[in-house]
């Protein structure tokens, strides 16, 4: 039964920047526990990703250029064909945070560059969409921001048993990046700020959500709005 739970779940695998791979696990924060196990309870700080870590001192930062389409990719345990990412009846959506490195983690402040829920005319999840990708999202790293080290929150949210308290799964990890040629400013509107823990309440009609009596048509993905302001297709 364990093992079919845990054939269930998800972690970040590997990175990407172009059609250039890196290793599995590289870049990417060593999480505490079970490398596939969700994180249940969103108040505590394992929330921002999957640790009790701000910045991981033996974790390197990979250099990235503001404006570049960066990809992030999931796996159970291998990059296989016949790797699953995430089982089928995990369902939800999919969200990608910027936080600039403090040497305090509870001062990161996180923003939202990615977001992708349930698209009424195909039926799907970003979950069914990032497994029918091998895994794969796509995001570009924003130019409108500061140079400067970052933490790059990604989230898969399983919504099957978020029909009741504390029922929701997520799945955070972290990416380590330095990123440069930026714009050094932040567009009007700027980016909408959240804490870790903090920015998800367990009523927010995102978390506590019955996709089964719904079908995904009403659903509100958590947390800010995306920045810049434009939504993905």
């Avoid at 490398?35 to 309870?41: C, D, E, I």
């Avoid at 389409?69 to 796996?75: C, L, Q, R």
């Avoid at 399983?158 to 714009?183: E, M, R």
């Amino acid at each position: 039964m364990a093992g079919q739970l845990a054939h269930a779940h998800t972690q970040l695998y590997n990175v990407a920047i172009g059609s250039t791979a890196y290793k599995r696990g590289e870049y990417i924060q060593t999480v505490v526990g079970p490398r596939l196990s969700p994180v249940a309870n969103f108040t505590k700080n394992e929330i921002r990703c999957r640790n009790d870590n701000g910045v991981s001192p033996k974790t390197p930062y990979l250099a990235v250029k503001a404006g570049t389409e960066f990809s992030v990719v999931w796996h159970h345990y291998n990059d296989s064909p016949d790797d699953n990412m995430v089982s089928p009846s995990h369902r939800g959506p999919c969200m990608i945070y910027l936080g600039k490195v403090e040497e305090n983690p509870d001062d990161i402040k996180w923003f939202k560059i990615y977001e992708l829920g349930f698209n009424k005319d195909t039926k799907k999840w970003c979950s069914d969409v990032a497994r029918d990708n091998h895994g794969r999202v796509d995001v570009i790293i924003p130019k409108d921001i500061m140079d400067g080290k970052y933490l790059l929150r990604t989230e898969l949210l399983a919504l099957h048993k978020a029909n009741i308290a504390w029922g929701a799964q997520f799945y955070p990890n972290c990416v380590q990046l330095d990123i440069t040629g930026s714009s050094n400013k932040f567009l009007d509107p700027p980016p909408e700020f959240v804490s870790f823990p903090g920015a998800y309440q367990r009523n927010d009609p995102g978390i506590l959500y019955d996709h089964r009596k719904d079908k995904g048509l009403n659903y509100v993905i958590p947390g800010p709005e995306v920045y810049p302001p434009t939504k993905p297709n």
